[in-house]
């Protein structure tokens, strides 16, 4: 009886532009097609590992890059009630943000869920978002929502002293309906 060993690979079948996708991609970093993949689903994992969806995540990521190239940061909510902010300043800077992602094909329309979800100011009701925030700070960060919205083209009603973001198909991109 003669030992064979047994190789650890394993076959996985994917489409065509899948395989050059990735093919494409790893070459574009300088590695192989195993190691970017390898590296890949170890990030993957890793976020998984954080109670996270990995591919939700990775579409934050993106979002977060763009906001990043567009001049916001990421600061920690306690200074908001410190930062004596004009109201008007914060609503123009929102909507050149949002103009910009709409310019770059963004999608602005989860960014503004992102964004709204991660300040606490959004409220899904049926076709809409409302946009709440009580406090001094949610209230900077829901009028930076809301300036996103309008500057990406989103449509904000403002009725009786509440705004809301009618939500649209998800499967479509803002900027491109």
């Given at each position: 009886m003669a030992l064979v060993k047994r190789s650890r690979r394993k076959t996985l079948t994917i489409d065509r532009t899948t395989a050059d996708t990735i093919k494409e991609l790893s070459t574009k970093h300088g590695t192989t097609i195993n190691s970017y993949l390898k590296n890949l689903i170890d990030a993957v994992k890793e976020l998984e590992d954080s109670g996270l969806y990995a591919p939700a995540a990775i579409r934050d990521i993106k979002n977060i890059a763009n906001l990043t190239r567009l001049g916001m940061v990421i600061v920690p909510s306690e200074l908001l009630s410190s930062i004596e902010s004009n109201r008007e300043a914060v609503a123009r800077s929102a909507t050149r943000i949002g103009r910009?992602?709409?310019?770059?094909?963004?999608?602005?329309?989860?960014?503004?869920e992102f964004l709204g979800t991660h300040y606490r100011v959004l409220i899904p009701i049926d076709d809409r978002?409302?946009?709440?925030?009580?406090?001094?700070?949610?209230?900077?960060?829901?009028?930076?929502?809301?300036?996103?919205?309008?500057?990406?083209?989103?449509?904000?009603?403002?009725?009786?002293?509440?705004?809301t973001i009618k939500i649209r198909d998800r499967n479509l991109k803002s900027g491109t309906e």
């Open positions: 910009a992602l709409r310019e770059l094909k963004a999608d602005v329309y989860r960014v503004v978002f409302m946009i709440v925030g009580s406090s001094a700070g949610s209230t900077i960060l829901a009028d930076i929502v809301k300036g996103v919205a309008i500057g990406g083209g989103l449509e904000v009603v403002e009725e009786g002293g509440v705004t």
